[in-house]
């Protein structure tokens, strides 16, 4: 049995709400982070805007599983729901590499607005910022695929039906 913590939020189902800040945190992120990998300027303003992001979206996941989990309980499960919950499984491995790009940057550039110098070697950037722009991009497909999944599995039912009038 589910907790009923991720169940309802003043009657209405939990999972919308937390999936619509998911979503929005997700991508957020991963901009942010990428911009921070590739764009000094933004990360010395940014400082720790990326991982801040990324650590909300990471603790977002969970909760949206739960509650997706207790509306499928609430509601039934059929095959698009299933796919849509299978692919939602994979985005946690994304959203946590996430963090631990957003981390590294900040460690590794962390004296940047204040050293006249750079620090050496200057590969460990290069790779900083492909492991950035691939963790950022894997977050977002994934997240895509996993928010396309939900919404066909909403909206796959018969909508050509007319609405009861008055």
Not at 51 to 80: D, H, K, Y
Not at 96 to 121: F, I, K, N, Q, S
Request: glycine share 6%; aromatic share 8%; net charge negative.
């Amino acid at each position: 049995m589910e907790s009923p913590l991720f169940d309802t939020f003043f009657g209405l189902p939990l999972h919308p709400l937390i999936v619509h800040a998911t979503e929005v945190m997700v991508p957020a992120a991963a901009i942010a982070v990428t911009l921070a990998a590739l764009w000094p300027r933004f990360r010395k303003w940014a400082r720790f805007l990326p991982l801040a992001l990324a650590l909300i979206a990471l603790v977002l996941i969970p909760i949206s599983t739960e509650s997706g989990e207790s509306l499928e309980e609430r509601v039934g499960g059929n095959a698009l729901i299933e796919t849509h919950a299978q692919l939602a499984e994979g985005l946690l491995p994304w959203v946590a590499g996430l963090v631990v790009v957003a981390a590294v940057m900040l460690w590794w550039y962390w004296d940047e607005r204040t050293a006249t110098t750079r620090r050496a070697p200057a590969w460990v950037a290069v790779v900083l910022a492909v492991a950035a722009v691939v963790a950022s991009t894997g977050t977002v497909v994934q997240a895509v695929r996993i928010g396309h999944s939900g919404a066909t599995a909403v909206w796959s039912e018969d909508m050509g039906a007319t609405p009861a009038n008055g």
